[in-house]
């Protein structure tokens, strides 16, 4: 099922030592939303940075189309922010950056 037309990446840099308990803590907090909003689909990617002992996280959230055409809505941003935000604060270095893409037509 395609997803709707908005949808968020989110990025964040960490400690690579942090690696493992920082995804462990964000994949329970996308769980959570996942299994609060039926048809969010929930991503999490890492990308391996040139700066060493440092790595890179990109979550992803998706809703499919059939529960939200427009995608991702401000109120459904500001509920994963309010979740995945706090989880993932212990191993921030730096901010993280929210990017919202509409996905063109054809």
């Known amino acids: 099922m395609p997803a709707g037309r908005r949808q968020l990446f989110t990025y ?3 400690a690579t030592a942090d690696l493992s308990a920082a995804q462990q803590a964000v994949r329970q907090a996308q769980q959570q939303l996942a299994r609060q909003h039926p048809g969010l ?3 999490l990617f890492q990308r391996r940075d040139l700066v060493a002992g440092e790595s890179t996280l990109m979550e992803t959230y998706a809703i499919d189309v059939d529960i939200a055409a427009e995608g991702v809505g401000d ?3 500001q509920q ?10 212990r ?3 730096g901010a993280r ?5 509409e996905a063109l037509d054809g």
Do not use: G, Y
Not at 80 to 89: K, L, S
């Open 91 to 93: 191993w921030l270095k």
């Open 97 to 101: 950056h929210i990017e919202v893409f």
């Open 12 to 14: 964040w840099h960490l």
């Open 80 to 89: 994963i922010e309010a979740v995945v935000a706090p989880a993932a604060q």
């Open 41 to 43: 689909r929930v991503s």
């Open 75 to 77: 109120a459904l941003q």
